[in-house]
């Protein structure tokens, strides 16, 4: 069994390598002695085989509450269930296992990024534009490292905050969204160019028309993509609410949604990503910001039983939301914002494995990836007992650096 999963993570290794190695030439401004570290750093990683594991005397938390103290087992990179002839017993210490936390937006740059996720137990996170595939991809598949998922570029208007931003950072002019008749043009070249996961547009104001938001929805529908819209204020809700979106990402700071727009949302099926943390960073750097508007907006969708996920927003450059930390933040300012500590503990584990589609994680359960956050306290009583952090493991693997404190 051993030799058989060393064998497979030799042949991933391998995949792995060709993939990035045959991807595609881009006009963007790239850094590519970075992107070769990156994709260098995979490579040496990927050297261990991983043993079966017991962790003794922890408390399971499994969607709905605490477990009584058990033993969880590490088979390979999956959660098992008998310890027999585990190669090593961690004493839990009467701690609280976790799944792995869910980041459902934020913009990792770097590797050191990807760590700091990683060593504060996220162990998946959605990347929230791409403008390089290149750059992007060598981020991801970093064996024991937080596995990231990528969206589009951000679909946005030239002349408007997001497609200036977009310019400033180097991005080529044909990742902007030009006219309603340009989007399916854009949305075919970010399939080629990026292959992204997923897309993400932004609706702003001046930004994109509701008939070019429109249209970016139905083409990304014919590659049956979901699309996440960037939506910062009131009238930016309304218009996602419109185009359809599958997801709509932050809450306004000028006016909160009421409960009329909020059913609506909901029978959309819509989803929340209120990314807390930026909201109030932004509304802590401009006094004409309303984070009292953000946090009610979250209250509503609470009540209007809209699905909320957490995302925190981390970046380097906009304003400071720190990688991996402050999803414990994000928990915690979701708590504040009228969630019990459990709502916010499923809105960073196991709803956004639903949503995203990833059925492998987001439990602690047999045959699920063993991704894993071991903390001391009971994140339930208080939810800043996931700070508490005493190991972290990725798909079986132990975070062998500094945990996140
Ligand atoms: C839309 O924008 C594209 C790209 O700039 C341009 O080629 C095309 O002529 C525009 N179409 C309309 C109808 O304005
Ligand atoms: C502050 O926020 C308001 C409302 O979003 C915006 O109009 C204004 O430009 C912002 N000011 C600065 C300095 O960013
Ligand atoms: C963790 O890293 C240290 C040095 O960085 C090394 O000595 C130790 O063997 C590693 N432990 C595991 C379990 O990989
Ligand atoms: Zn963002």
């Not at 599958?246 to 306004?252: L, M, R």
């Not at 990314?275 to 609470?302: C, D, F, G, P, W």
């Not at 504040?336 to 949503?355: H, M, Y």
């Amino acid at each position: 069994m051993l030799s058989k999963l060393c064998f497979s993570a030799v042949l991933a290794l391998s995949f792995a390598s060709q993939v990035y190695a045959c991807g595609p030439a881009t006009n963007h401004r790239i850094d590519r002695a970075t992107v070769e570290q990156n994709n260098q750093a995979r490579t040496t990683k990927m050297s261990t085989c991983k043993p079966k594991i017991a962790i003794d005397n922890v408390r399971v938390f499994n969607g709905h509450g605490l477990d009584p103290l058990s033993t969880v087992v590490i088979d390979g990179d999956v959660i098992g269930t008998d310890p027999t002839g585990a190669t090593k017993h961690i004493d839990g210490n009467g701690g609280v296992l976790l799944p792995g936390l869910i980041d459902s937006h934020c913009h990792p740059g770097s590797l050191s990024n990807v760590q700091a996720l990683t060593s504060y137990g996220v162990t998946t996170a959605f990347m929230m534009a791409c403008y390089s595939r290149e750059q992007c991809a060598s981020l991801q598949g970093h064996h024991g490292l937080v596995d990231l998922h990528g969206a589009s570029a951000a679909a946005s208007a030239p002349g408007s905050v997001h497609g200036n931003l977009a310019l400033g950072m180097g991005a080529d002019p044909s990742s902007l969204v030009y006219n309603t008749t340009d989007a399916a043009r854009w949305v075919d070249q970010q399939m080629e160019e990026i292959k992204p996961e997923f897309i993400k547009i932004v609706a702003e104001t001046p930004g994109l028309s509701q008939a070019t938001l429109d249209a970016l929805v139905s083409k990304a529908k014919t590659y049956e993509k979901k699309v996440v819209c960037h939506a910062a204020d009131f009238k930016a809700h309304h218009q996602a609410t419109l185009a359809g979106v599958d997801q709509i990402h932050h809450v306004p700071s000028d006016k909160a949604v009421g409960a009329e727009l909020a059913e609506v949302i909901r029978h959309r099926n819509q989803i929340s990503v209120p990314t807390l943390s930026i909201m109030k960073a932004m509304a802590e750097m401009n006094t004409s910001r309303s984070y009292a508007a953000s946090q009610e907006t979250v209250r509503v969708y609470k009540d209007a039983h809209i699905p909320i996920l957490a995302g925190t927003d981390a970046n380097s450059a906009i304003a400071v939301v720190p990688f991996g930390e402050s999803l414990h933040a994000e928990l915690e300012l979701l708590v504040e914002a009228g969630l019990t500590p459990l709502e916010a503990l499923v809105s960073a584990t196991s709803r956004p494995a639903e949503i995203w589609g990833l059925h492998d994680r987001g439990v602690i359960a047999p045959g699920k990836r063993a991704d894993l956050l071991l903390i001391q306290g009971d994140p339930i009583a208080d939810i800043k007992a996931t700070r508490n952090i005493k190991g972290v493991w990725v798909a079986g693997e132990w975070y062998n650096g500094t945990l996140g404190a």
